[in-house]
């Protein structure tokens, strides 16, 4: 069974220097005649992070190099969130008022859907653009402001479709939401000085579906 762990988002793993964002699945057809191009889009939307550890000393950095030791290369899967947004609440939190406990899918939606209607959402909340949010496996990025009616219910659209149908009832993460990731690289590699510290060193990850 794949091992699959949390990155441990404390002293001494805080990044220094965070990037997040997205590598879609395009095809792109140029035409040899006339040099126009035709694209279309199929499903296999990834996240990508990178991570920059600052310096430290020899101790926080040998606990640093012994967890990406034990990652196995590739073999392992690491549970990652958008580290720089910290959120209307300071803690991995959506910017908009959309509540964060409680919230479920209200009605089924297929796979490939391009919006699904969640519930438990708070009368007349919302999920501002650039929100995250995580449901079945899968971490989205909400596109728009998207306003809850009376009743709690909002519609939440899902930029290149859900990867997975999803079910009713389903719960949905607000708070730290996160996807599977692996080492863009197998090997990793830390760095010294003739110091008594090390310097810092930049990681690369990719998002891998279960």
């Known amino acids: 069974m794949t091992a699959i762990v949390n990155y441990p988002w404390v002293e001494p793993f805080l990044s220094a220097h965070f990037e997040f964002g997205g590598v879609s699945s395009t095809l792109a057809v140029r035409s040899v005649l006339n040099g126009g191009v035709q694209t279309s889009e199929v499903p ?20 640093v190099e012994a967890f990406f030791d034990s990652l196995n290369g590739q073999a392992t899967r690491v549970r990652i969130w958008h580290m720089g947004r910290l959120g209307r609440q300071g803690h991995g939190s959506p910017m908009g008022t959309i509540n964060t406990t409680g919230v479920t899918v209200k009605t089924d939606a297929a796979q490939f859907a391009t919006q699904f209607t969640i519930a438990g959402c708070g009368n007349a909340t919302t ?39 999803l079910t009713a009832g389903m719960a949905v993460t607000l708070i730290k939401p996160t996807a599977l990731f692996i080492l863009s690289n197998p090997d990793w590699r830390a760095s010294y000085t003739n110091g008594a510290y090390s310097t810092e060193f930049a990681i690369d990850f990719e998002e891998v579906f279960a």
């Open 127 to 165: 999920l501002e653009a650039g929100d995250m949010l995580a449901v079945n496996g899968q971490l989205l990025m909400n596109p728009a402001q998207a306003v809850a009616n009376a009743g709690g219910d909002m519609v939440v659209k899902a930029t290149g479709g859900l990867r997975q149908a």
């Open 44 to 63: 296999g939307k990834r996240w990508k992070a990178s991570m920059t550890l600052p310096s430290a000393t020899l101790e926080d950095r040998a606990a």
